[in-house]
């Protein structure tokens, strides 16, 4: 388990990237020292807006707040209005985040077979605006492969 003063030290890191996103700035105040509760508030108020920060974060840091991801996804309950956004969002980051070959926490590749399971179970509401967001079943079938074949390194 990561201490404070090591995720204060992992947050400078970031911050000492050339050209790093403004994006990183606002990650750390939705993520770093906050509860997983507030971090699901901060997922409610813009999930595109906290995927971006996450998208942003060094892969350390993505690795440790990535699962409140997963765990929004599992644990809250989420306006058919919006589930849309919330399974584009996530599936586009964990893909993109796989290919990049950055996941080495295997909570992560655990998880995810349990958040692909919750949206095929509820696909009608998860993917019920194709034409927008893409179709999610595509995705998932995308994502089913890349987690096949990840390896932690």
């Known amino acids: 388990?990561?201490?404070e003063l090591d995720l204060e030290a992992?947050?400078?890191?970031?911050?000492a990237i050339p050209d790093a996103s403004p994006d990183?700035?606002?990650a750390k105040q939705n993520f770093f020292n906050r509860t997983e509760q507030q971090i699901f508030v901060e997922f409610g108020i813009s999930v595109i807006e906290s995927t971006s920060e996450l998208r942003e974060i060094t892969p350390p840091l993505f690795n440790i707040y990535f699962p409140h991801f997963q765990n929004y996804v599992l644990k809250c309950r989420h306006d058919s209005m919006d589930a849309n956004c919330i399974s584009?969002?996530?599936m586009g980051?964990?893909?993109?985040k796989l290919q990049q070959g950055i996941v080495s926490n295997k909570e992560i590749l655990?998880?995810?077979v349990l958040v692909n399971q919750h949206f095929r179970e509820n696909l009608?509401?998860?993917n019920d605006c194709p034409e927008v967001y893409g179709d999610l079943k595509l995705k998932l079938d995308e994502v089913d492969k890349l987690l096949a074949q990840y390896e932690i390194k």
């Open 1 to 3: 388990m990561e201490t």
């Open 10 to 15: 992992l947050w400078d890191e970031c911050f």
């Open 24 to 26: 990183v700035k606002y």
């Open 88 to 90: 584009s969002c996530y």
């Open 93 to 96: 980051l964990l893909a993109d």
């Open 110 to 112: 655990d998880k995810a």
């Open 124 to 126: 009608c509401f998860y």
